[in-house]
């Protein structure tokens, strides 16, 4: 276990490497290896999440080998277990599931059905959000029957939560930075899961564009674990433990990003034939204006402008539309210009839609 003075210390180069930026994989490795020194654990899950649903899309993991065929049995347990569940954790953002289920960890439906089987004796569970939305959420696992976190562990994960929830955002605001050549841009597909997240089928593109949306060289079978969360997430709705929609956003590559959505098909109360559809197209422009907005920390003015400014209004028309003075509107868009390194409606519009 690490010294007060070596935890002060971390935190320190936590804030700086934060305050440095970065992409989001290159930032959540760094954080992991220096969460090894400081905390100790065995096995991580580092999800990132769209800010609006809280539902998983870009998920870093170092688990078990005998986990790994069972990972959609994860996902779906992750997203059914009501008790530290990372949507519902408090305002420190760090819940730990040995103190939260009374010393009785076998009221966690994802620890008692698979979790214990492989050894894990706690998890301690870190939620990084913002007024912004929530970017994310990181569980770690001590493994050993008597392994427990510490009141200790717990403020210091309290204390890096903020520094990490802003780099996060931060990073994924970088993903909308034009450049000059981009992958095309893809139909929608859609894949066919039992309630169980296997796969039944899928249209005939989906395998090419399921490629891009998992890490090269991958040898498994193409399905990225953002299409298991948006799947987890409808059940979740349907069992009552979470009311978010089932969708998220993901970014891909040069500033394309990808909308997955889930609904149930067949008959879901009696449970003949049916399943569950994730369907995978590029987002639309409000869900990319709305994403844009929230990981530059726009306010609600801004947003709003922003949404004039991408159907095409000029200066006076969105002074109308608003009812302010053109003046106060040039001053709002000079702020939108400011937070976003941006300095022309052009350039802003082509990293808000991505053309």
Request: net charge neutral.
């Given at each position: 276990?690490?010294?007060?003075?070596?935890?002060?210390?971390?935190?320190?180069?936590?804030?700086?490497?934060?305050?440095?930026?970065?992409?989001?994989?290159?930032?959540?490795?760094?954080?992991?290896?220096?969460?090894?020194?400081?905390?100790?654990?065995?096995?991580?899950?580092?999800?990132?999440?769209?800010?609006?649903?809280?539902?998983?899309?870009?998920?870093?993991?170092?688990?078990?080998?005998?986990?790994?065929?069972?990972?959609?049995?994860?996902?779906?347990?992750?997203?059914?277990?009501?008790?530290?569940?990372?949507?519902?954790?408090?305002?420190?953002?760090?819940?730990?599931?040995?103190?939260?289920?009374?010393?009785?960890?076998?009221?966690?439906?994802?620890?008692?059905?698979?979790?214990?089987?492989?050894?894990?004796?706690?998890?301690?569970?870190?939620?990084?959000?913002?007024?912004?939305?929530?970017?994310?959420?990181?569980?770690?696992?001590?493994?050993?029957?008597?392994?427990?976190?510490?009141?200790?562990?717990?403020?210091?994960?309290?204390?890096?939560?903020?520094?990490?929830?802003?780099?996060?955002?931060?990073?994924?605001?970088?993903?909308?930075?034009?450049?000059?050549?981009?992958?095309?841009?893809?139909?929608?597909?859609?894949?066919?899961?039992?309630?169980?997240?296997?796969?039944?089928?899928?249209?005939?593109?989906?395998?090419?564009?399921?490629?891009?949306?998992?890490?090269?060289?991958?040898?498994?079978?193409?399905?990225?674990?953002?299409?298991?969360?948006?799947?987890?997430?409808?059940?979740?709705?349907?069992?009552?433990?979470?009311?978010?929609?089932?969708?998220?956003?993901?970014?891909?590559?040069?500033?394309?990003?990808?909308?997955?959505?889930?609904?149930?098909?067949?008959?879901?109360?009696?449970?003949?034939?049916?399943?569950?559809?994730?369907?995978?197209?590029?987002?639309?422009?409000?869900?990319?204006?709305?994403?844009?907005?929230?990981?530059?920390?726009?306010?609600?003015?801004e947003r709003e402008l922003l949404g004039h400014l991408v159907k095409g209004n000029d200066t006076k028309q969105i002074a109308?539309?608003?009812?302010?003075?053109?003046?106060?509107?040039?001053?709002?868009?000079?702020?939108?210009?400011?937070?976003?390194?941006?300095?022309?409606?052009?350039?802003?519009?082509?990293?808000?839609?991505?053309?």
């Amino acid at each position: 276990m690490a010294t007060p003075a070596a935890k002060v210390r971390s935190r320190e180069r936590v804030g700086q490497v934060c305050a440095a930026g970065g992409e989001p994989l290159t930032l959540r490795l760094w954080l992991i290896d220096e969460l090894r020194r400081v905390v100790g654990f065995d096995w991580y899950a580092f999800v990132l999440t769209d800010p609006q649903t809280m539902v998983g899309c870009a998920p870093l993991a170092d688990v078990p080998a005998a986990l790994l065929p069972q990972l959609p049995r994860l996902i779906r347990l992750k997203y059914l277990t009501p008790l530290n569940r990372w949507t519902t954790i408090g305002p420190s953002g760090v819940a730990l599931l040995r103190r939260a289920s009374g010393e009785d960890p076998s009221r966690s439906l994802v620890w008692s059905q698979l979790l214990a089987a492989h050894g894990v004796g706690d998890v301690a569970s870190l939620v990084l959000r913002d007024r912004f939305g929530c970017w994310g959420f990181l569980d770690l696992w001590r493994c050993g029957p008597a392994a427990r976190f510490h009141a200790d562990e717990e403020d210091f994960l309290a204390d890096i939560a903020e520094p990490v929830t802003a780099a996060l955002r931060r990073s994924q605001a970088s993903t909308f930075h034009a450049h000059a050549l981009r992958p095309p841009r893809p139909g929608p597909v859609v894949l066919l899961l039992t309630r169980d997240l296997d796969v039944l089928a899928q249209t005939p593109p989906t395998q090419a564009l399921l490629r891009v949306l998992i890490p090269p060289g991958h040898d498994a079978a193409p399905i990225p674990a953002g299409a298991y969360n948006v799947a987890a997430q409808l059940l979740a709705v349907e069992a009552g433990v979470d009311t978010s929609p089932a969708w998220a956003r993901v970014h891909v590559a040069e500033g394309l990003w990808l909308t997955l959505r889930a609904a149930p098909i067949g008959d879901a109360e009696t449970g003949v034939g049916s399943g569950i559809a994730v369907s995978i197209e590029e987002s639309s422009p409000a869900e990319r204006v709305d994403l844009f907005a929230r990981c530059f920390a726009l306010t609600t003015r801004e947003r709003e402008l922003l949404g004039h400014l991408v159907k095409g209004n000029d200066t006076k028309q969105i002074a109308r539309a608003m009812f302010l003075s053109e003046h106060t509107v040039q001053d709002h868009l000079k702020s939108i210009f400011a937070k976003s390194s941006t300095h022309t409606r052009k350039t802003l519009l082509s990293r808000v839609l991505g053309m």
